[in-house]
């Protein structure tokens, strides 16, 4: 499939290991340098570094974020559906997104990080029970938009983030607007091949969805190749430790403006 889309370049501001003072004036700073978006993530305490080294939670942060800024979409990357009700989820995303003046993006999965399960007293289970929950959520997400009063600015877009070829993906063409994908772009255009299959398997599109990753490395080295395997968002991820630096970020920003001649 070749992808008529322009690329869009994004930054993964990870809420970990800093001041909210500095993450609020990274925001900024990624919005003023030309970031087409800005996620953070859903999660209670530091991936890596210091695991109880400083840490915000997500959707509190978007809705400040949505003040802060004025042009970037925002979002997570990825909500994890099991630290919400569905429909209470649906209604924070409707807020948000006229707080920002329609600038949300809700990207969701169906969780991972144990951690987060144990201390905030939530079930872990097992994965495939997790992905069961997030097929019955995302229905009803969408069902609760419709009687919100007032309604969602705009047909509110759903990224989902993940790789599994029978579950995650099948969500994604029966859902989604977005997928993110991990991996080398070998990795990610089998599954773009999959999601394409899956979308055929119900009559969508699947040019409707938009693919991206993350962006590792340099652009001139890793980009060809991603944007080649159908990527069209490519996300630089940018921890607090030490302070945020958004040179990479700024490097995919100038090829995306070379590619998007």
């Known amino acids: 499939m070749t992808d008529p889309r322009p690329v869009r370049i994004g930054l993964q501001l990870q809420p970990q290991h800093a001041d909210y003072a500095e993450i609020r004036r990274t925001v900024a700073a990624a919005e003023e340098a030309g970031a087409d978006v800005v996620f953070n993530w859903d999660h209670f305490f530091p991936l890596y570094g210091e695991p109880d080294g400083k840490h915000f939670e997500c959707w509190t942060m978007l809705g ?3 003040e802060a800024t004025s042009r970037v979409e925002i979002g997570a990357l990825v909500t994890c559906n099991s630290y919400r009700n569905p429909e209470l989820l649906a209604d924070m995303a409707r807020t948000v997104d006229h707080i920002s003046d329609g600038r949300l993006i809700l990207g969701i999965g169906s969780g991972w990080f144990r951690r987060d399960y144990d201390e ?4 872990f289970g097992t994965a495939g029970g997790r992905l069961n929950d997030l097929g019955a959520a995302l229905p009803r997400i969408r069902s609760r938009w419709e009687k919100l009063n007032p309604a969602p600015t705009r047909d509110i877009p759903v990224l989902i983030g993940g790789g599994g070829e029978k579950k995650t993906l099948r969500y994604t063409a029966e859902h989604a607007t977005i997928w993110h994908g991990f991996g080398d772009a070998e990795t990610v255009a089998h599954k773009c091949s999959v999601l394409d299959g899956h979308c055929r398997d119900i009559g969508r599109d699947p040019a409707e969805i938009e693919r991206s990753s993350a962006a590792e490395g340099s652009p001139d080295e890793a980009g060809p190749a991603l944007y080649d ?5 490519f996300t630089v991820g940018q921890d607090g430790a030490g ?3 958004l040179a990479r970020l700024k490097d995919w920003i100038a090829w995306r403006d070379d590619r998007n001649r």
């Open 120 to 123: 905030y007293g939530y079930e």
């Open 243 to 245: 302070g945020y630096d």
């Open 229 to 233: 395997a159908g990527v069209r968002l």
């Open 64 to 66: 400040a974020w949505a």
